[in-house]
């Protein structure tokens, strides 16, 4: 004759079956948190930068323009120079200029003196103002055929002597507000387009 179970064994055994189906469910829903995060890593996207090579279908960019601000080229004394600093030299930036120096312009018939314009004349702010301005890129459209006279414009600083390198338009000319503004410090006699020697006008 088998004898019955006592109660409080059967009371454990349900227990312990009870506590064993909550470890597995609380398992389960760990392994699915888990999964989940893993998934969820893989399809985040990574930015990417793509490099612009020759001759790739990618968008072409233009040279990068210089920020605004004076710019130019050391040179050793604050007198006009008989040779002019190369085209390819590197400007710098120029930080508080004392005085500006406007040597002649060479102009056949019309010969023009150098001017001095110093920090405490009226017309200084204006004049740094207008020759800091950025260069404009290239724009590919067709340019007025004319050639600017040569500007040799000079900066003095406490740490040297710069020719400074004056804004162009998106055709490679002086622009007008620099050339308006150097022809008043000159006095106002001065052509803003006036030819090279040798060039023709179109």
């Known amino acids: 004759m088998i004898s019955p179970v006592p109660r409080c064994e059967s009371r454990e055994l349900l227990e312990l079956r009870g506590r064993q189906s909550n470890m597995i469910r609380r398992w389960l829903c760990l392994s699915?948190?888990?999964?989940?995060?893993?998934?969820s890593s893989h399809n985040v996207a990574t930015p990417s930068t793509t490099t612009a090579r020759p001759g790739a279908g990618s968008t072409?960019?233009?040279?990068?323009?210089?920020?605004?601000?004076?710019?130019?080229?050391?040179?050793?004394a604050f007198e006009c120079p008989s040779r002019f600093v190369?085209?390819?030299?590197?400007?710098?930036q120029i930080d508080?200029?004392?005085?500006?120096?406007?040597?002649?312009?060479?102009m056949p018939g019309q010969p023009s003196n150098a001017v001095t314009v110093p920090a405490t004349q009226a017309i200084f702010p204006a004049l740094v103002a207008a020759l800091s301005r950025a260069h404009e890129p290239s724009t590919g459209a067709v340019c007025p055929a004319y050639a600017d006279l040569m500007q040799v414009v000079l900066a003095k600083t406490r740490s040297?002597?710069?020719?400074v390198s004056i804004p162009t338009d998106g055709c490679?000319?002086?622009?007008?507000?620099?050339?308006?503004?150097?022809?008043?410090?000159?006095?106002?006699?001065v052509q803003p387009h006036a030819l090279r020697p040798g060039a023709s006008g179109g």
């Open 160 to 163: 040297g002597t710069f020719q």
């Open 172 to 189: 490679g000319h002086y622009q007008r507000v620099a050339l308006d503004t150097l022809n008043r410090a000159r006095g106002g006699a």
């Open 86 to 92: 190369s085209a390819a030299a590197v400007p710098t």
């Open 32 to 39: 699915l948190v888990v999964l989940a995060a893993c998934s």
């Open 96 to 106: 508080a200029p004392e005085a500006l120096l406007l040597c002649p312009l060479g």
């Open 60 to 76: 072409s960019t233009s040279a990068p323009v210089p920020p605004p601000g004076l710019r130019g080229v050391p040179v050793r």
